[in-house]
């Protein structure tokens, strides 16, 4: 709804500036003592209209502020909570951005909505260096795109190197069912030797860290393993319960991979309402630098308008009397 009146309110800021023809709003904006003596510029009705419509975009973009203050609390507080799932599969897994693989699925994470600030271009930028780096003649790169404006700006050059969209994601409250069926969605639509997830890491209000977390399938996280490194230490572990080595590989990398996307969802939502919020707060101080302009416009009219009425008076009194 606030975008919306947002919206409205912007076309008729617009009317009221295009109503004008720009050479005389430009010189509307003149101070009067810089224009020739009985010539009225700006008339204090369009000033008027302007200080409203101005005043109108100031109180919603001050109502959207408080909304995505109110938002940002719920959310801080799940997302540092869902911090503690995915630190034990770093712990045991490691994350290894360097891995070189063939067959890489970019998971891109981003907003549904707009005026948010530059969140959502940071993610598709990282997204698409990350296709480069991994582009070759023997190695595969695809997206699978979380949010409407990612998908907006990776369709436009990259359409058939996507297999997944999944939009409006904040409709509802989001929980751990909610996002590991996502998960399962797209583990079911791509094949993968590793998942590189994109999102914003939420730090402070006015601060996010563009973040990339690397899940491996269960085939690399085996090759790597037999390879030494960190993840060598995988053999010192007994399997119990009956199972493979490579199906207990399995399934820790799907849960790993829900439990990374879930905070990975709740950071960069977190993201989103504070850069909202700072991107509310500059339209709201920007809304009052143009009033106070457009104040100091229309008093100027104001008194110019008075003054030339008053020469008027005075000098049709001073013909009658001579």
Known sequence: MAMAALRREGRRFATVISSQPITALRSSLVCEEQAPLGVRSISTQVVRNRMKSVKNIQKITKAMKMVAASKLRAIQVRAENSRGLWQPFTALLGDIPS??????????????????????????????????????????????????????????????????????????????TQVSVLADDILKNVEYDALRIVFNKFQSVVSFLPTVSTVLSPEIVEREAESGGRLGDLDLYEVEGGETKSEVLQNLAEFQFSCVLFNAVLENACSEQGARMSAMDSSSRNAGDMLDRLTLTYNRTRQASITTELIEIISGASALEG
């Not at 890489?104 to 994470?109: D, H, K, L, Q």
């Open 99 to 176: 891995v070189d693989v063939k067959k890489n699925v970019i998971v891109t994470i981003s907003s549904d909505k707009g005026l948010c600030g530059g969140i959502n271009s940071t993610s598709v930028k990282i997204s698409k260096a990350l296709r480069k780096i991994n582009s070759g003649p023997e190695q595969e790169t695809k997206y699978a795109i979380l949010g409407e404006k990612a998908k907006a700006q990776l369709v436009r050059d990259s359409k058939n190197d996507i297999e997944v969209i999944i939009t409006e994601l904040q409709k509802n409250p989001l929980n751990y």
